[in-house]
């Protein structure tokens, strides 16, 4: 007999159960999860303080800050693919095909080192490029959720497969000569800060917004979480999944545009090797790899701990022969300060 | 189907369903009528064609003959998800939450704002959530994570969930399955309190038991095809089982006869003798004694330690203090191999969780603890695993086209008996089965205690591990637990509110609803 009407807004049962939980969010535990590498990088901001006095500086920090902006956008879509329990390893061959096949299509087809088709107008090149991201991720999603093939083959053999594409279109040779446009976002500056960071986090603050806001957002976690419960909560498990991996696609390529703006040129091996940083940075920050739990803000300081790494030993000198071992033992560290800091199991 | 236009029209009336998947028929020419505030039980053995209409009635699936009204007028398309919600709402079998979001955000679950480039209003979500939970009497916090949420506050969840799109009719698929002795007397409170305000079940399930405590009317399906609709009070235990199975049920009515036969027998060696076993948080200084060619009952409800002291005894926990011994020696090394060399088998409580890998086949997952056996220095050699595998198939009437099917192909009550044939693969001394007839068919049932039986009569033992009254008559002796101790043990010839009461932890109590096995005295 307790049916309130919607007129009397605040039930006093209802506000007391309200009152009586005023510090949980969404996500309950899911918040300790996400702030369990905060702690470990004031660790290594100490440490790099005690390392060398150049830590400290402006340019040093935007320095690590604009190198991540490459990795975050690839861990930006991981972290929303994983969510939402599916994986897609070849982001790291569509940073570096993108480029190549917009740049390709736009290019003279004479005159300069790399010959182009000239098809479309140089004005075009980004958002070819992009376009080219969402074509991948339709495609790997056509195979993963029509025709039912197993997503981590499936994106694993899209690696390759693209790789070996940039290579054959730009003949294993680093493109130099690109259009202005193309690489005005990733050396330009706003106010002071590179515009790719202002980019960067623009993006992660759209997209962990809408996870948290949107419903379709919260879909990603249901659908991890159990894609049976969330199609027959009503969700459109499929259609959600497929649009996640174009999104995934079109930030990859994104990031893509970041790094040849940023270096100046599409280099043959752009992004290879990637994938393991980008899993290792997702991971770490709370996304688990079985889908459904997770933020973006993990994913980012999971991003962040890791370049910082690589910054604070950087300048305390260690050879950079020994940078890949640490690189690794740095990966299993934050893992278990993660596992032992949220205090879940991570399966 | 009858005469319209007397009574108000059904909130759910389905004519003539025909449905086939490729060349089985799943329904032939079904109907069903479920009358306002009614509270209806629809039973049949597994493969009866229930899950079919449960589909059709939920719009998941689409009837390729017949038709399907609500409260008189014709279903909604297919597709319009909201509709169909407005009609008809569904609490499946397996748990449809989802455990990392919160309960108030599985509540709304896909409308937690009202439109979708709206923002969602976490405190307002909140408050709705509290609400519609209050609304339906049931005390969970709407903050907490649902993973954290007992089996039975979960259930309540998904009630208060389906009920929330407003339909008044909603379906049960099996809610008690999950469910502790206790826990089921709770629903069915609730379920009934919503009955008053007007709300009509259709409720499924295998405890026949609780069709006639809850229902009042009851639509049997065998085979595809609807059998018979009735008052529950008209159609007694036998003519219901007969229904369901299309034999006649005098001889062994469910559960009730398998072990009439045998008055001795309790006289063999000890075969399990378990002396002080002590697991924190579980179970404390239990001591328990099984001999040869006797099936003793491990009562007990769902927190009372019994189900981890039996996974205990398989290797599954290593017991803190205390000593198991099988055929008279000593089982030190803990760990499920240990526990396999020693003879005891084990039937786990979920099959689907514990018990079976769905994908391989029937064989291959008979034969999981005896590999081996199968080929010489380490090898499986196939023409042994099917020959073991065919055995078994033979010795426990598992119902599949061949050894190399997958389990998950097969139903429920066969599926169970390849559990069953897989602890019994090692020959045990003792096999030690916890709720051995979870969710499965009364002829299964029946069967599946017969071949318990049998593992006594062959001179091993026998240990079920149960709160299923229908288990628990079929053993010669039941030793209770609650809260981890040992409270009560019975010989034959207990009455049903003793045992109830020992699993419950209360010393005596004026008698139970769930009554004796004879099923003549339902009051409907």
Not at chain 1, 59 to 79: C, P, R
Not at chain 2, 81 to 91: G, I, N
Request: neutral net charge; glycine residues 10%; aromatic residues 6%.
């Amino acid at each position: 007999m307790s049916t309130t009407t919607d007129v009397t807004e605040p039930v006093p049962a209802a506000e007391a159960a309200a009152a009586g939980t005023p510090r949980r969010v969404p996500g309950g535990l899911a918040r300790f999860r996400e702030l369990s590498l905060v702690p470990a990088i004031l660790v290594l901001g100490v440490i790099g303080f005690i390392v060398s006095p150049a830590f400290l500086t402006s340019d040093n920090l935007i320095g690590v800050a604009q190198q991540s902006t490459e990795l975050s956008l690839l861990v930006l879509a991981q972290a929303l693919i994983l969510i939402a329990g599916r994986m897609d390893l070849s982001l790291e061959s569509t940073i570096g095909v993108a480029p190549v096949i917009a740049v390709w299509l736009v290019l003279p087809a004479a005159g300069g080192r790399f010959t182009g088709l000239e098809l479309l107008p140089v004005w075009t090149a980004i958002p070819v490029c992009l376009l080219v991201g969402a074509v991948i991720g339709a495609v790997n999603g056509f195979f993963i959720l029509k025709l039912r093939l197993n997503g981590f083959i499936v994106t694993l053999g899209a690696l390759t497969m693209l790789r070996g594409l940039q290579i054959a279109i730009s003949e294993g040779r680093s493109i130099v000569e690109l259009p202005a446009s193309f690489t005005y976002l990733g050396h330009a500056s706003w106010a002071g800060v590179p515009a790719a960071i202002w980019v960067c986090a623009l993006l992660f603050a759209v997209g962990g917004c809408a996870l948290a806001w949107l419903r379709h957002g919260r879909a990603l976690y249901a659908i991890g979480g159990n894609p049976e419960a969330a199609r027959t909560a009503g969700i459109r498990v499929d259609r959600i999944t497929w649009v996640v991996l174009i999104v995934g696609g079109v930030l990859a390529a994104f990031a893509g545009v970041l790094y040849s703006g940023h270096y100046g040129s599409i280099s043959a091996d752009q992004g290879s090797g990637w994938i393991f940083q980008v899993f290792a940075a997702t991971v770490i920050g709370g996304v688990s790899l079985n889908g459904g739990r997770g933020t973006l803000f993990g994913a980012l300081t999971g991003v962040l701990t890791l370049q910082l790494v690589v910054n604070v030993m950087t300048l305390a000198g260690v050879p950079p022969l020994w940078n890949q071992f640490l690189n690794g033992a740095i990966i299993i560290v934050a893992l278990i300060i993660s596992r032992f800091a949220s205090g879940e199991k991570q399966e | 189907m009858a005469d319209p236009a007397t009574a108000p029209p059904a909130v759910a009336e389905a004519t003539g369903i025909g449905k086939r998947f490729g060349a089985t028929v799943a329904l032939r020419d079904a109907g069903i009528s479920v009358a306002p505030g009614e509270s209806h039980a629809l039973v049949g053995r597994n493969g009866a064609g229930k899950s079919t209409l449960v589909g059709i009635l939920t719009g998941l699936q689409q009837p390729d003959t017949g038709t399907l009204r609500f409260s008189g007028e014709p279903a909604p398309s297919v597709g319009d998800t909201d509709a169909w919600r407005s009609r008809v709402a569904c609490v499946y079998q397996r748990s449809t939450v989802i455990g990392d979001l919160s309960v108030a955000e599985n509540l709304f679950l896909n409308r937690q704002s009202p439109g979708a480039l709206r923002p969602i209003r976490w405190t307002a979500l909140r408050r709705r959530a509290s609400e519609l939970l209050g609304e339906y009497g049931v005390d969970i916090d709407p903050a907490a994570r649902a993973r954290d949420l007992t089996v039975e506050q979960r259930q309540f969840v998904e009630i208060a969930r389906a009920l929330s799109f407003g339909a008044r009719f909603i379906i049960l698929d099996e809610p008690t399955a999950r469910l502790d002795a206790r826990g089921i007397a709770r629903l069915f409170d609730k379920l009934r309190d919503l009955q008053r305000q007007g709300v009509a079940f259709l409720f499924i399930s295998h405890h026949l038991q609780e069709v006639y405590d809850l229902c009042t009317t009851v639509t049997v399906y065998r085979d595809a095809r609807h059998i018979v609709t009735a008052p529950v009070a008209d159609l007694d235990h036998d003519a219901l089982v007969e229904a369901m199975t299309g034999e006649s049920a005098a001889a062994p009515a469910a559960g009730a006869a398998p072990a009439t036969g045998r008055a001795t027998a309790a006289t063999g060696a000890p075969l399990l003798d378990v002396t002080g076993l002590t697991l924190r948080d579980a179970y404390a200084d239990v001591s328990l004694e099984v001999r040869a060619g006797e099936v003793v009952g491990l009562a007990g409800a769902t927190a009372s330690g019994n189900v981890r002291l039996a996974e205990t005894l398989a290797g599954l926990h290593r017991a803190d203090t205390g000593r198991i011994a099988v055929a008279g020696r000593e089982v030190r090394a803990s760990g499920v191999p240990a526990a396999l060399a020693a003879g005891v088998g084990l039937v786990p409580e979920d099959r689907h969780h514990q018990g079976l890998v769905g994908s391989r086949s029937v064989a291959e997952n008979a034969t999981l603890t005896v590999t081996d056996q199968l080929g010489p220095y380490g090898t499986v050699l196939p023409s042994r695993t099917r020959e073991f595998a065919e055995r078994m198939i033979k010795d426990l009437d598992i119902r599949t086209p061949g050894a190399g099917t997958p389990v998950s192909a097969l139903s429920g009550g066969n599926q169970q008996k390849v559990v069953v044939a897989r602890a019994l693969a090692t020959d045990p001394h003792v096999l030690v089965a916890v709720r051995p007839t979870n969710g499965v068919d009364v002829r299964s049932k029946e069967f599946l205690l017969g071949r318990i039986r049998k593992v006594a009569d062959d001179g091993r033992a026998a240990l079920v591990v149960s709160d299923e009254l229908d288990d628990l008559r079929a053993c010669d002796r039941i030793v209770a637990m609650f809260h981890g101790r040992v409270v009560a043990e019975f010989g034959r010839g207990w009455r049903d509110e003793d045992l109830v009461a020992a699993m419950e932890g209360v010393a005596a109590r004026p008698a139970q609803e769930r009554d004796t096995e004879q099923g003549e005295e339902q009051e409907g």
